[in-house]
């Protein structure tokens, strides 16, 4: 009988890790959808909520903030983030209380009075701090555009 019990646990064991994975992909996602949105509809007590205390987002142009930084830039109406999309966006867990996303997206923004729509790739780093993921990192570059063939 425990060879047999062994065995079962044996198989559905893979079955479980994968829910879990699943589990924690959901949530994560969620995290970003929340993270997307707060961004776009900026208040303190949302970006408090998504982002780490120990966030570093580099920008697309090079400028690095902090938690504070970017807080203060989007409340204050520095940046204005007008659409946000995705058209790629996958997740990894190279540990358990880590996600990497990594992807590209089209943005269209106001920064200090100025409207551009750009591509961008990116890799971000989510860290689960206190049963919350919360968006420790960001470095993006923008994508340039397609080389007409000769």
Same mark, same amino acid.
């Given at each position: 009988?425990?060879?047999?019990?062994?065995? @079962?646990?044996? &198989? $559905? @064991?893979?079955?479980?890790?994968? +829910?879990?994975?699943?589990?924690? @992909?959901?949530?994560?996602?969620?995290?970003?959808?929340?993270?997307?949105?707060?961004?776009?509809?900026?208040?303190?007590?949302?970006?408090?909520?998504?982002? !780490?205390?120990?966030? #570093?987002?580099?920008?697309?142009?090079?400028?690095?903030?902090?938690?504070?930084? @970017?807080? !203060?830039?989007?409340?204050?109406?520095?940046? /204005?983030?007008?659409?946000? /999309?995705?058209?790629?966006?996958? =997740?990894? =867990?190279? +540990? %358990?209380?880590?996600?990497?996303?990594?992807? #590209? $997206?089209?943005?269209?923004?106001?920064?200090?009075?100025?409207?551009?729509?750009?591509?961008?790739?990116?890799?971000?780093?989510?860290? $689960?701090? /206190?049963?919350?993921?919360? =968006?420790?990192?960001?470095?993006? &570059?923008?994508?340039? %555009?397609?080389? %007409?063939?000769?």
């Amino acid at each position: 009988m425990r060879p047999l019990l062994a065995l @079962l646990l044996s &198989c $559905l @064991l893979p079955f479980a890790a994968a +829910a879990s994975d699943d589990a924690k @992909l959901a949530a994560v996602t969620a995290a970003d959808d929340a993270r997307v949105a707060a961004m776009l509809t900026p208040n303190q007590a949302t970006l408090d909520k998504v982002l !780490s205390d120990d966030l #570093r987002y580099a920008h697309s142009n090079g400028k690095v903030d902090t938690k504070a930084s @970017l807080t !203060s830039s989007l409340l204050g109406g520095e940046a /204005k983030y007008v659409s946000y /999309k995705y058209s790629e966006r996958s =997740f990894k =867990f190279p +540990a %358990p209380d880590v996600a990497l996303m990594a992807g #590209r $997206l089209e943005v269209q923004a106001v920064v200090d009075g100025i409207s551009m729509t750009t591509g961008i790739s990116y890799l971000a780093v989510w860290r $689960l701090e /206190k049963g919350q993921w919360k =968006f420790l990192a960001w470095q993006s &570059c923008k994508i340039p %555009p397609a080389t %007409p063939a000769k």
